[in-house]
């Protein structure tokens, strides 16, 4: 079932269920991207795992 589907009816459960997966979606890209960008910007100043700390 999808959303351009003429059936679909966006009642409460749909909402919500949506709301909740798009939420979750967003904080695991959020995170995920500032994991990236961390790594990229400590890998570009020398902070790379050396294994020296």
Same mark, same amino acid.
Request: hydrophobic residues 45%.
């Given at each position: 079932?999808?959303?351009?589907?003429?059936?679909? =009816?966006? *009642? @409460?459960?749909? !909402? =919500?269920?949506? /709301?909740?997966?798009?939420? @979750?979606l967003? !904080? !695991?890209?959020? /995170?995920?991207?500032?994991?990236i960008?961390? @790594? =990229? =910007? *400590?890998?570009?100043? /020398?902070?790379?795992?050396? /294994?020296?700390?």
């Amino acid at each position: 079932m999808f959303p351009f589907n003429f059936e679909w =009816v966006w *009642d @409460a459960g749909h !909402i =919500v269920f949506h /709301g909740g997966l798009w939420y @979750a979606l967003n !904080i !695991i890209g959020i /995170g995920m991207t500032y994991c990236i960008i961390k @790594a =990229v =910007v *400590d890998t570009s100043n /020398g902070k790379g795992g050396h /294994g020296h700390h």
